[in-house]
């Protein structure tokens, strides 16, 4: 009988990202062990109850010695105090990735929390996901056919990049690789912004003593745009700081655009306005998820 590839694996942070890696994993017969770290009890026993985790970690010391891989699955701004007590711990043949949705901060604090051991951490970014969170919302198909986005080190040996993609290949995730400062400028147009946007409209809307009267006419254009609106406050605080850089210089891009339009608007340019749509339309019409 054929091997998993994995005996071992730790996750930290049970929720979607990582509830998720797990069940495909187990789905795929590719891991043996998965031993889970969390701040919330309820939702590591709720994940235990669910088959995504064999046994909820106690000792951080005695689970990452021996463990194959390391998933960090928490918000970015937690990862780097999690780098720093898991690193004294880490056997030689230990590798760590992560699901974090920014590259260049996670980098950073890799570098300066793993130190010597920074080769073993190869970064990734799953690019699914959904507004729901915790291990309720796991799915053992949430990564199939969708991209997952390598960002290796320097450091890394080729037999360790190789390994990590062989994780998230398993999954059924279609392996993509950028540099960290790539990745951070592609994100922060396509997926940073957007939610920015989406947060800041209905925060306006949350502010007026009208706000049930405009609610109560909105529609599938109000519910489309806004879906992302119902993501993680505090995942989505920690990504719009990590990326900060790069996401004003999107939003000053946002904003002249915005200017452009109510000029438009205001001198009743139509043929601007028009010009301006049909663009986009045709832009969005062309583009498909692949």
């Known amino acids: 009988m054929t091997q998993p590839q994995f005996k071992k694996i730790v996750i930290f942070g049970v929720g979607l990202i990582g509830g998720s890696f797990a069940l495909a994993l187990r789905k795929a ?12 009890a309820a939702n590591l026993q709720h994940a235990r109850q669910l088959g995504i985790l064999d046994r909820i970690g106690e000792d951080i010391a005695a689970e990452v010695g021996d463990a194959d891989l390391v998933l960090l699955a ?35 604090d890799a570098y300066a929390q793993l130190g010597s051991k920074v080769a073993q951490f190869v970064p990734a970014h799953p690019i699914a996901g959904a507004e729901q969170s915790g291990a309720a919302a796991a799915g053992a198909d949430l ?3 969708k991209k997952v986005v390598l960002t290796p080190l320097p450091e890394n040996s080729p037999q360790s990049i190789a390994r990590v993609q062989a994780a998230w290949q398993a999954c059924g995730a279609n392996i993509h690789k950028l540099t960290h400062a790539e990745h951070d400028a592609v994100f922060a147009a ?3 912004l957007p939610h920015l946007l989406s947060f800041a409209l209905v925060h306006d809307l949350a502010q007026r003593d009208n706000r049930d009267l405009l609610l109560s006419f909105a529609a599938s254009g109000f519910r489309d745009f806004t879906r992302i609106a119902a993501s993680s406050p505090e995942m989505w605080r920690d990504i719009c700081l990590a990326n900060r850089e790069a996401l ?42 692949k």
């Not at 017969?29 to 919330?40: I, Q, T």
């Not at 690193?87 to 996670?106: E, F, M, N, R, Y």
């Open 29 to 40: 017969g590719a891991v043996n062990e998965v031993v889970g770290f969390g701040r919330s």
């Open 74 to 108: 928490t918000p970015v701004g937690q990862m780097a105090e999690l780098m720093a007590r898991i690193a004294p711990h880490l056997g030689p043949q230990t590798l760590i990735t992560d699901g974090g949705s920014t590259k260049s901060d996670v980098v950073r």
């Open 248 to 289: 004003l210089k999107e939003l000053k891009i946002y904003i002249a655009e915005l200017n452009q339009m109510s000029a438009a608007l205001a001198s009743g340019d139509a043929a601007q306005l028009e010009q301006t749509f049909h663009t986009a339309r045709e832009l969005r019409a062309g583009w498909t998820e």
């Open 143 to 145: 990564y199939v056919r």
């Open 190 to 192: 396509v997926s940073h």
